[in-house]
């Protein structure tokens, strides 16, 4: 409907210095605009738009390029969707009480009527997508991952994409059981232990372990974040990216609390209270391009190999992505490519870097960067990755 299509606040370039920020702006836009009007569509430039500061910027835009994103055909859909019978569906009764308790993530000021009206389609959509797969299970949680496409993009492309989304990126979620998803939640501290040891030492002694992050992962985000400014930018970015993405960024939120872990009591109980509560006033791009650097130097692929058990989204073989020509972990070497020679211009230092062509001194050397080297020397470092050898970083 087209009052629901309205309704998604449209996110501000996020993070952006305000001197040049409305310039910025305005070419970014520019830029997606031309890669959108590309015949075919060059989606690798739309990924990197996702990617890059600020996201894409407005929910017009994400009604163009979401779809994109996730390889739905737009003209595919179709005009009328599906009657849902509510009567003899098995989910209903639990949908319906976790709608009814998703007040907090329409926009404040809604008239009733409107948000009610959102509420029965946001039913409607998650009904819909599990009669259409019934190998698919609902869970608590869904919901809020559902009313943001919702929101953004009505109920007529929020059907298509969540159905989508539902059969990759949540796939594990949605099994009869929730042993992928803890499985998913146990890449959490290999991650934070690779960058720092003291806080994974902490954090195991408290015995906290990975439940506080539950919420986080199975809903993208989208509980535990109050502003939907920030929700929608990091869903710009998990679209964009690999599916285990949302832990790389979980992981980066406790490594940026590393203090408050450190002078916390080390008590499980304290540990789950201080870690479940997630700071609204987070540096969104900072920890954005933060991930993005642990994905490349530690890969799901690596860290895959450490465990037992495999999952939909680290094998990922069955998703083929819009674009066969750039992927996304090309993507995020680029951002961090061009993050680094601002940064070289602004420091003007030189870094004198041993060159090898061994793939043991690359992955070790890129490894090592955020604990040895400073921002100078990570951008030569990177540079050389468009050398080295290829790391196996995406769907191996």
């Avoid at 009505?154 to 059969?167: M, P």
């Avoid at 993208?220 to 690999?242: K, P």
Wanted: aromatic share 8%.
């Amino acid at each position: 409907m087209k009052k629901s299509r309205s309704v998604g606040a449209s996110s501000s370039l996020n993070g952006l210095g305000k001197q040049d920020g409305e310039s910025r702006r305005k070419r970014k836009m520019a830029e997606i605009t031309q890669a959108l009007n590309m015949t075919p569509v060059d989606v690798p430039a739309l990924r990197r738009m996702a990617i890059s500061e600020g996201g894409l910027l407005t929910d017009e835009i994400r009604r163009q390029v979401w779809p994109r994103l996730l390889n739905v055909s737009v003209d595919n859909i179709p005009e009328q969707l599906e009657t849902v019978d509510r009567d003899n569906n098995k989910d209903f009764n639990q949908v319906l009480l976790d709608v009814q308790r998703s007040l907090r993530r329409f926009p404040p000021g809604m008239p009733d009527e409107q948000r009610e009206g959102l509420q029965e389609e946001l039913t409607d959509i998650i009904l819909r997508v599990l009669v259409k797969n019934p190998q698919l299970h609902y869970y608590q949680g869904y919901h809020d991952i559902v009313v943001t496409f919702l929101l953004v993009l009505g109920e007529r492309l929020a059907t298509a994409l969540v159905e989508k989304l539902s059969t990759h990126h949540l796939r594990d979620f949605m099994d009869p059981t929730m042993d992928n998803t803890k499985h998913i939640l146990n890449y959490l501290m290999p991650i934070i232990e690779r960058v720092n040891p003291e806080v994974y030492d902490f954090m195991q002694q408290a015995e906290v372990g990975t439940i506080f992050a539950l919420s986080w992962l199975i809903t993208w985000f989208g509980h535990v974040l109050s502003d939907f400014r920030h929700v929608v930018r990091l869903y710009d970015f998990f679209l964009a990216c690999h599916p285990l993405m949302p832990i790389y960024f979980a992981a980066v939120i406790v490594l940026h609390r590393e203090e408050e872990v450190l002078d916390c009591e080390c008590d499980m109980a304290m540990m789950h209270h201080l870690l479940s509560r997630i700071p609204q006033d987070l540096p969104y791009e900072t920890l954005i391009s933060r991930a993005g650097d642990l994905f490349v130097q530690f890969p799901p692929s690596e860290l895959a190999r450490e465990r037992s058990q495999q999952t939909a989204v680290s094998t990922f073989k069955d998703f083929e992505l819009a674009s066969t020509q750039q992927r996304p972990d090309t993507v995020l070497r680029q951002r961090r490519m061009e993050q680094q020679k601002r940064t070289l211009e602004a420091q003007r230092s030189t870094v004198a870097v041993v060159q090898t062509t061994g793939r043991r001194f690359m992955r070790l050397a890129v490894m090592g960067l955020t604990v040895a080297l400073g921002a100078a020397a990570l951008a030569v470092v990177n540079s050389a990755l468009e050398w080295a050898p290829k790391l196996d970083l995406l769907f191996p």
